[in-house]
């Protein structure tokens, strides 16, 4: 499964009404952690195929969505389970952590 681009015109189709668990990259191009950890999303991406989705939102391009989850620092993921905000995480995350969170979230 690939990573879909969420922006300000498609977060309620792609993350708000989505049947299963989300998990939101917030990152930057100019983000130097953002693009460590882009392998890293993308790999969990393939794994939760069918169990969960994984999206990506630039945060210089969705201004609105930076400022409703009130995001401070990059890369931020935020999981969303029932449309809801179910975790975050902030910062360099391992594959185990992030399919750990999500897996909790999945689980409330």
């Not at 460590?36 to 990506?56: D, M, N, Q, Y």
């Not at 809801?84 to 689980?107: N, Y």
Request: charged letters at 20%; aromatic letters at 6%.
């Amino acid at each position: 499964m690939s990573v879909t681009e969420v922006n300000d015109t498609n977060f309620i189709g792609e993350v708000e009404n989505s049947e299963l668990p989300v998990l939101l990259d917030f990152y930057a191009t100019w983000c130097g952690p953002c693009q460590l950890l882009s392998p890293t999303v993308e790999i969990v991406a393939a794994e939760g195929a069918g169990r969960f989705k994984v999206c990506k939102a630039d945060v210089d391009q969705t201004p609105n969505l930076v400022q409703r989850f009130r995001i401070m620092s990059v890369p931020t993921l935020v999981i969303f389970h029932q449309g809801r905000e179910a975790d975050r995480l902030v910062g360099g995350q391992s594959r185990e952590q992030i399919l750990a969170a999500m897996e909790r979230a999945a689980a409330q």
